[in-house]
């Protein structure tokens, strides 16, 4: 395991804890909490080959929670003296005694044992923060000559994003945490353009919670997928637009991570389904009153919340709560079965890891996050994930089941409901099936279902062998907004009869 940057841990953190934890105290806070973090980030742009942009960011604070009175109360500053983070903490009393005046639900937290002090590294083996600008930028400035080298080829845009995030946590009840995690995504677009018609690949590569390494030798194949997308994306501008109607699909991981995303991650968020969150993109169906009888897809579906996957970008040692990572159902053989949850969450329903409130009283399974020390931590979504079936089928053999459908990689748009329910999702690439076997490429392809209906649907999952850790830096949430990394892992698998839009036509085109 790396060490925890050494100029991260010389700074005064005990002390400024410390001194915004007796003042809490001192003040009547029933809790208090301190977080000091450090975000270094680094986003470069390339456009056919010529750097547009490396843009590097910093940003440091610290923040004090309490709940006095029953009522939050959140402050932040960045001033790192003692004195600073004291006044810090009265400035989170005072807002929880202006807030106390219109509060209607106390707030109370979960019970959570104390863990002593901790030490939580990301697995990477390359810090990218240590390899030269120059380097990252010659790597993707050489990746698109590679693609803008083919004839047809006519743009190319690569970027980089790379994250490392410090984050120093202590409680007045004696938990402490120090943690470093890095993550990073790298990306490439490619443009043809054809008598007036144009279309794009993306590079299929998901973001990751590994370091500079992934670029150079671990975890991708990018020489075999850059060698690839100019013929295929000539396939794809040259492909029939598909004819609407039931298809049965088989989903590659690159694009159903986004499906169980919208449909299961943020559906099984409860402060959405209790509508404490409704505001930035609904609520949601899966209520409490369906926890350990709704039907949520057919027997295959098994789905876990899980804090501790390797390199998972919602991975974690310990969450902004001072919760242990941990891993936990949501979907069992089909049923409904668990939440995410938060401390204060799980004390309000009474419900614990997997929807059991009963078992060891109401527990939080690890979800708050905050994106920054200026913002106060939300229930956030952990590395949700559809597991895959002990010696499964291999995604070839998936195929060969299908009479007639499609075969869908990439994610690219899609929409949802309020509920989480009705939803549509298109892809990178669409490949038609006849008779078990792939036919060709397609364009313009949508499909549309319901949650419930589309889960049911599912027939089949693939074997380990077909399983992808996906994910995206950016879900957003809270109000004001926040945004926070999460991975979502699967198998290839097979869904029956689902319907399918012709993108081209619904737009009116």
């Keep these: 395991m790396r060490e925890i940057d050494s100029s991260f841990t010389a700074l005064p953190l005990r002390a400024l804890a410390d001194a915004a934890l007796t003042r809490a105290r001192e003040l009547g806070a029933e809790h208090a909490d301190f977080r000091l973090e450090r975000i270094q980030s680094q986003h470069i742009r390339l456009h056919d080959a010529t750097l547009e942009s490396a843009v590097d960011s910093y940003v440091i604070g610290l923040a004090v929670r309490v709940v006095k009175d029953g009522t939050w109360g959140f402050a932040a500053g960045i001033d790192l003296t003692t004195a600073a983070a004291a006044r810090v903490a009265e400035q989170a009393v005072e807002v929880a005694g202006v ?158 991570w986004l499906t169980i995303h919208e449909s299961i991650g943020h559906a099984t968020e409860l402060d959405r389904a209790l509508g404490y969150e409704a505001a930035y993109a609904g609520t949601s169906f899966a209520t409490p009153d369906k926890l350990g009888s709704m039907r949520y897809g057919s027997a295959v579906m098994n789905v876990t919340g899980d804090r501790t996957a390797e390199h998972g970008l919602a991975t974690i040692g310990y969450d902004d709560e001072g919760v242990a990572a941990q891993s936990w159902d949501i979907v069992s053989a089909g049923v409904f079965v668990g939440y995410q949850l938060d401390r204060r969450i799980a004390r309000l329903t009474g419900l614990s890891a997997g929807g059991d409130g009963r078992a060891g009283g109401a527990r939080s399974n690890g979800c708050a996050f905050a994106d920054s020390p200026a913002s106060m931590p939300l229930q956030r979504m952990a590395n949700v ?125």
């Design 99 to 256: 807030a106390a005046a219109v509060n209607r639900e106390p707030i109370e937290l979960a019970a959570e044992p104390v863990h002593g002090e901790r030490t939580w590294v990301s697995s990477y083996d390359v810090d990218p923060f240590d390899v030269p600008t120059g380097e990252k930028v010659g790597l993707l400035t050489e990746w698109s000559r590679r693609l803008l080298g083919d004839a047809g080829v006519d743009h190319v845009d690569a970027s980089l994003l790379q994250i490392k995030e410090n984050k120093f946590y202590a409680d007045a009840a004696g938990t402490v945490t120090t943690q470093q995690r890095v993550r990073l995504h790298p990306s490439v677009n490619a443009v043809a353009i054809t008598d007036g018609a144009f279309d794009t690949m993306r590079t299929l590569a998901p973001p990751v919670g590994r370091g500079y390494e992934y670029l150079t030798s671990t975890g991708w194949d990018w020489d075999a997928e850059l060698a690839e997308m100019p013929a295929l994306l000539a396939a794809k501008l040259a492909a029939p637009s598909v004819e609407a109607g039931s298809y049965d699909l088989v989903i590659a991981p690159s694009n159903l």
């Design 385 to 509: 994930s559809l597991r895959p079936a002990d010696g499964g089928p291999s995604t070839d053999e998936l195929i060969a089941g299908v009479d007639r459908g499609i075969y869908i990689m990439g994610d690219k748009s899609w929409s949802i409901d309020m509920q989480r329910s009705n939803f549509q999702f298109t892809g990178q690439r669409f490949y038609r099936i006849e008779r078990g076997r792939l036919a060709g490429q397609l364009r313009d392809v949508a499909y549309q279902a319901t949650t419930t209906e589309f889960w049911n649907s599912m027939e089949a999952v693939g074997g380990p062998q077909t399983y992808v850790l996906g994910g995206a830096f950016n879900c957003g949430k809270g109000q004001p907004g926040q945004v926070a990394p999460v991975s979502h892992g699967c198998p290839a698998a097979l869904f029956r009869g689902v319907n399918v839009l012709n993108a081209l036509k619904e737009a009116g085109k």
